[in-house]
């Protein structure tokens, strides 16, 4: 655990406190109001999330890879209006069953996994056949010039703040198998461009049918 894992933790609330109060709040709200059953939530952070799960889900466990946040997560989920699991574990090697929820979470990770397309293999993997990935993530921008200019500074951000901001998650998500359903465009007020672009959006997995179904 360095200085550094442990001076973004501790200032990670105060830095996107704008951000949450004019935009993101709103749209997490909306989003997991959608998210039913037994839910799984990669990369908890301090656990900004845990407060918009509806009663329409029945477990939640959360996962955080970074000691720092580890330990602000499982602080707030013990103050939490339901019980929360909280686990130490990254997105590329969830310590779950295959089909074992219904739901899976995912908000601001995915810019920020070392190996994006493996950490969707797994959230595929741990999903039940008719479960659903739910996501609020920095994209790379569809406008050119803003693309050209995440391109550039991407060594930045990533040295700032841990994250890619050029990847093109839902492409990305598309490649894993997911077939993409509602999608929505959003830009982070009181924030760098580079790190303006925000889509939120549910995604499905078709069943996966075994060899011997097959004709």
Request: net charge neutral.
């Amino acid at each position: 655990m360095g200085i550094r894992s442990v001076l973004f933790a501790a200032g990670y609330d105060r830095l996107m406190a704008d951000a949450e109060q004019l935009l993101l709040t709103g749209l997490r709200d909306r989003l997991l109001a959608d998210a039913s059953g037994d839910v799984l939530e990669i990369g908890g952070g301090t656990g900004a999330s845990l407060a918009a799960y509806t009663p329409n889900v029945r477990s939640v466990t959360v996962t955080e890879p970074d000691v720092s946040m580890l330990r602000r997560l499982k602080r707030r989920a013990e103050t939490a209006d339901r019980p929360v699991t909280v686990l130490q574990a990254p997105a590329e090697d969830l310590p779950f069953e295959d089909n074992t929820f219904d739901t899976v979470v995912s908000s601001l990770v995915l810019c920020g996994v070392t190996d994006q397309q493996r950490a969707l293999r797994e959230i595929r993997r741990v999903l039940r056949s008719d479960g659903r990935l739910l996501f609020m993530e920095h994209v790379r921008s569809a406008e050119p010039g803003l693309a050209r200019t995440q391109d550039r500074l991407n060594w930045l951000n990533r040295l700032v703040v841990g994250c890619e901001c050029n990847r093109p998650t839902v492409t990305s998500i598309r490649d894993a198998g997911f077939t993409v359903g509602e999608l929505g465009h959003h830009t982070m007020p009181k924030a760098p461009p580079m790190v303006r672009p925000v889509v939120v959006g549910t995604a499905t997995c078709p069943a996966v049918t075994p060899a011997g179904d097959r004709q």
